[in-house]
């Protein structure tokens, strides 16, 4: 996969997916795994997992959370004496974003360790 824009929503999809059917963790997981086997560069993996895992992971809060009516989101906003849950939205999307951000550097390096260059560049053909 060459464009840099396929892998992004392959790694939303991905992502989002996981998250759908096994618990929150997986995201690391599953970011490392796709950042080994279609990373490229180090700044382009890290945009694409970084950005991919906080849309995925903005998409199944707004998804779960209005299911049960922001229940649970207004209950941790007075928690932390948010005005509104609404602000638990971008706090939520850039704690996924550094996940995944470092989730996909971890990927990337340890493709970096493991495979030699000519492993990596035949896998583009």
Do not use: C
Not at 21 to 40: C, H, R, Y
Request: glycine share 6%; proline share 4%; hydrophobic share 55%.
């Amino acid at each position: 996969m060459k464009n840099p824009v396929y892998r992004f929503l392959l790694f939303t999809v991905a992502i989002a997916l996981l998250q759908w059917f096994l618990p929150f963790w997986v995201l690391p997981a599953g970011t490392v795994f796709m950042a080994f086997v279609w990373g490229k560069t180090a700044r382009e993996t890290r945009n694409i997992g970084g950005w991919g895992a906080a849309a995925s992971w903005l998409v199944l809060a707004l998804v779960l959370d209005s299911q049960n009516y922001h229940i649970l989101s207004r209950q941790v906003a007075a928690i932390f004496y948010m005005p509104s849950y609404a602000l638990l939205y971008p706090l939520m999307l850039f704690i996924a974003w550094l996940t995944g951000t470092f989730a996909a550097l971890t990927g990337y390096h340890l493709q970096r360790l493991l495979l030699s260059e000519d492993d990596r560049w035949r896998r583009d053909e």
